[in-house]
């Protein structure tokens, strides 16, 4: 991976994928009952895990949070973000903060994007784009599905990444963020996850699939009784374009306030760049 950025006329996949880039340069209804039902059996427990979307659809939205942990110079630097996401409407907002540069530069602002079926909107993002201008990208040109490309996963694609679930063992009780859950380890397929995935979700898992090192995705995932999501961790692997070295990078998704109102205005034609992008 590389600091320096190539100029691209549309600004897209480019500036997303400057987000890790410079960091890693520069440093069914599911009761309580049911959960229960699973926790003795494998089987029983992957199904339940690849149900985890779906209930986050039922549940409607909630908050999140989010980090993003990577080896970069030999120093594990994390990325930070926060906001909401509306799971039947598929969009998401989050504030997402880059670690500041060791040597002592200014902080850098936070980075708003906004989660849509297909896109990544960022604003803030710098490398020449002014300031009151959004980026678009495709995600489904991005080799990774926007699971790490923009600094952050997207929440419902990290639950999606279950639906690939293929072991899983259940570990027990424990607790998040003062919410009683049950503790899963186990293993996803992104091929498999792809081919269970929403429509709008199948093309950037897809995507993941061929563009990570290993389609295998080692997870820990925390589910309250009623079967939402409430917290999981990835693991995700991929080539270092730059070294043609795999590269670890480690996801962890919370969500919390569950039903909380979650408001997304994707910004007008006119507010989207279309200029050249700046080297990083």
Same mark, same amino acid.
């Given at each position: ?6 100029? @691209?006329?549309?600004?897209? =996949? ?29 089987? =029983? ?8 979307? /779906? ?11 989010? %980090? ?38 200014? $902080? ?21 784009? $002014? ?6 990208? /495709?995600?489904?040109?991005?080799? /990774? ?37 049950? @503790? ?13 995935? %929403?429509?709008?979700?199948?093309? *950037? ?12 995705? *080692? ?14 961790? @990835?693991?995700? %692997?991929?080539?270092?374009?730059? @070294?043609?070295? *795999?590269?670890?990078?480690? %996801? ?14 994707? *910004? ?11 080297? /990083?």
């Amino acid at each position: 991976m590389t600091r320096r950025q190539r100029r @691209h006329r549309t600004g897209g =996949a480019v500036v997303a994928a400057g987000i890790v880039a410079c960091v890693c340069a520069g440093t069914g209804g599911c009761s309580g009952s049911d959960a229960v039902a699973g926790d003795a059996r494998t089987g =029983a427990s992957v199904a339940l895990l690849r149900r985890a979307a /779906d209930r986050l659809v039922d549940a409607g939205s909630s908050k999140a949070r989010t %980090s993003m942990e990577m080896a970069a110079g030999g120093t594990r630097v994390t990325i930070r973000g926060e906001g909401g996401y509306d799971y039947r409407r598929r969009l998401g907002q989050l504030k997402v903060l880059l670690p500041q540069d060791p040597a002592g530069a200014d $902080p850098h602002r936070p980075i708003t994007e906004l989660l849509a079926p297909g896109a990544l909107f960022m604003k803030n993002r710098g490398a020449g784009v $002014p300031a009151d201008k959004w980026v678009r990208v /495709d995600t489904g040109t991005l080799s /990774d599905g926007n699971l790490v490309t923009g600094g952050a996963t997207d929440p419902f694609a990290a639950a999606e990444v279950l639906r690939g679930t293929r072991t899983a063992t259940y570990l027990g009780r424990t607790e998040v963020a003062g919410t009683e859950v049950r @503790h899963y380890r186990g293993t996803a397929d992104l091929g498999q996850a792809a081919q269970a995935a %929403s429509a709008a979700g199948k093309g *950037p898992l897809e995507a993941a699939a061929k563009g990570f090192a290993t389609a295998d995705v *080692p997870f820990d995932a925390y589910l309250d009784d009623q079967g939402r999501l409430r917290k999981v961790r @990835h693991r995700f %692997s991929f080539v270092n374009g730059r @070294h043609g070295k *795999p590269v670890a990078v480690a %996801s962890t998704t919370v969500l919390y306030d569950f039903g909380a109102p979650v408001r997304v205005r994707l *910004p007008a034609a006119g507010d989207i760049y279309a200029g050249r992008i700046a080297e /990083d």
